[in-house]
Structure formats: C-alpha cells, structure tokens
C-alpha cells in the first residue's frame, strides 16, 4: 500500500476492513420447488383441519401456516415469516388457479380422442399465451391443489354463486340501507379468512 508523503500514518496503523459477509438478511432466498410444495401442502392443511378451519382470523391462520411450514422444511432451507409466505402464496396461487381454470374449461370440451396429458398442454399453451409467458412455472403447486375439495368445479360454481348473492345485498344496502345483522363484520367463509375470490 501507498501512502502520500505528508502522511504521518505507517503502513503498520493501517487498519484491515474485511469485505461484508452475506448474512441472509440483505437478500432474498430464492424459492425453491420444493419449498413452494412446502407452502402449499401447509396451507391446504390448516385451512382443512375441520378443528382449526375456518373458525379463526386471518392473522391466526397465516401464524399456524408459518409454524407448520417452518418446522415441517428441509434443514438447509431457510425459515420464512408469515409476510413472506403469505406475499409468495398469494401469487403463486392467483397463476395456478387460473392455470387449473383453464384445464377445467378445456376438460369440458374433451374431444374423445384427448387424454388428460393433451389437455394440459392446451392449457399449458392457452395459459403461456393469456399471460405472455414462456411457461406456466407451477405445476409441482398445481399438482397438490387440483384435488383439494375447494378448486372443485362444484366448489367454485357454489362460491361464486355466493359472491353474487353477497354482492347484490351490498348493492341493495347502498341504496335502501343497511341490511339486518351485517354489521360490517367480514366472513370467515374463505379459507384463514382471506377476503380472495379463488379458494
């Protein structure tokens, strides 16, 4: 090292600052496949323990989310909080339902010589096209969530029939006043009280 002439510092004082180690907390772990299975298989669960269900608030539904998926995770993965979790799920699950949307429509329209393969490289193709990606990137999710009870065809049919119902009581409320007994509290209809329109 250098040191100017008028320097009254010796090469002995100088201090060595070593270069900062990553400690994890100034960077974001990258999702792992099997952490977002992880994700989902706690999520479905809690939310069908028919003891714990639908019977508690949001924040104590992510809470108990968090705890199953932290202790149930591979040692080398990293242990994520319940914003975390809830930010990644929410995404991840917006895409795979609408990719299981998708798959169900074209079930429907089944030509006799399809198999179940062709049609999810339909959807897969239909899905790649309506979102303007090259691939549709969970199908690892999508194949735990496509057999859960509330992304049933029957299930989401009910649902939004429901999500009508409510929303023409809402509409009639605005104008005729308030309806009986709603006294704005929010439904614990959707799984950990989430207020989302897919299950």
């Not at 090469?11 to 952490?35: A, M």
């Not at 393969?117 to 096209?129: L, N, Q």
Request: glycine share 8%; charged share 25%; with cysteine.
């Amino acid at each position: 090292m250098q040191f100017s002439p008028f320097s009254t510092q010796s090469e002995n004082d100088v201090t060595i600052i070593p270069p900062p180690t990553n400690t994890g907390s100034s960077r974001r772990t990258l999702w792992s496949i099997e952490d977002d299975k992880m994700l989902a298989h706690s999520y479905y669960t809690i939310s069908q323990d028919s003891k714990i269900g639908n019977e508690q608030s949001g924040p104590r539904f992510w809470k108990r989310v968090e705890e199953y998926c932290n202790a149930n995770v591979g040692n080398d993965r990293p242990k994520r909080n319940v914003d975390r979790l809830k930010s990644h799920w929410t995404l991840v699950k917006r895409l795979t339902y609408d990719f299981h949307t998708i798959y169900y429509r074209l079930q429907g329209m089944r030509p006799s010589d399809a198999n179940d393969a062709d049609i999810i490289v339909r959807a897969t193709e239909e899905y790649k096209v309506k979102h303007g990606r090259d691939k549709f990137g969970y199908e690892h999710v999508w194949a735990i969530c496509k057999d859960v009870p509330s992304w049933q065809p029957s299930f989401v049919a009910r649902q939004a029939s429901l999500s009508k119902s409510s929303t023409n009581q809402i509409s009639s409320a605005s104008v005729g006043g308030s309806v009986e007994g709603s006294g704005g509290g929010s439904s614990q209809g959707n799984e950990g009280g989430s207020e989302e329109i897919f299950p």
